[in-house]
């Protein structure tokens, strides 16, 4: 059984476009991220969420804007999309012991 | 200076080879520390979690944490060509709220048969 779940794998997409990634997890954890890998491998936290609140927010534009309808969900929605925003999106979730275990990742590439 | 040093190699070594991969780090708040692997076109894989100084062995891998000196270490003993791939450093300053984990770049790894 997949721990942390992300659809879609794949996701290509012009410029301008709005899209939605979504990550579920069945491990029971209370704490869910997203995570943006970039061409020269860097994770690099967006955001976490605890029991449905934002707990962490970094430095993003807010073209980014996550979603916890519920403890073991969390969706990304990224609108007026750009050539920069190409990736691969990871969500993670976490316990209160902080170990993180993450979903298989979204390659996402806008053109 | 970073939070978190990690050398992004490549490192290349023949199959059977004694691996040490390392991170060195500035902040002394940092409380717990692990080790990810990813596979190419996959995510991290947790590999080994550490919350103190001294040595956790799991298997062929042995995670050591020196806080005196700010550094970590993966150790993998008789490397196998299924070892390839890019191992990462995190680490965080405290269990509980602020879970938010630092990352090294990764140190990518090839094991030649």
């Known amino acids: 059984d997949t721990a942390v779940s992300q659809t879609p794998k794949y996701l290509v997409t012009q410029m301008g476009n709005d899209k939605s990634i979504k990550c579920e997890q069945n491990l029971g954890h209370d704490t869910m991220y997203w995570y943006k890998q970039d061409s020269k491998k860097f994770l690099k936290i967006m955001f976490s969420y605890n029991n449905k609140e934002l707990i962490i927010n970094e430095t993003v534009p807010n073209r980014f804007s996550p979603k916890s309808p519920d403890k073991a969900h969390l969706n990304l929605h990224i609108n007026s999309l750009e050539l920069g925003d190409s990736a691969v999106y990871f969500c993670?979730?976490?316990?209160?012991?902080?170990?993180?275990?993450f979903g298989p990742g979204t390659r996402l590439t806008v053109t | 200076q970073k939070e978190v040093e990690q050398d992004p190699g490549p490192l290349s070594v023949p199959e059977g080879a004694i691996v040490s991969l390392n991170c060195t780090y500035s902040n002394s708040a940092f409380q717990y520390f692990m080790w990810y692997r990813q596979y190419s076109r996959k995510g991290p894989e947790l590999l080994m979690y550490?919350?103190s100084s001294g040595n956790k062995e799991d298997g062929r891998f042995t995670a050591q944490v020196d806080k005196s000196s700010k550094y970590i270490s993966l150790f993998i003993r008789d490397s196998q060509p299924s070892d390839s791939a890019t191992y990462l450093c995190?680490?965080?300053?405290?269990?509980?709220?602020?879970?938010?984990?630092?990352w090294g770049l990764g140190t990518s790894l090839a094991v030649n048969p």
């Open positions: 550490t919350y």
């Open positions: 995190a680490m965080g300053e405290k269990e509980g709220n602020n879970r938010k984990l630092i």
């Open positions: 993670a979730s976490s316990r209160y012991s902080g170990e993180q275990y």
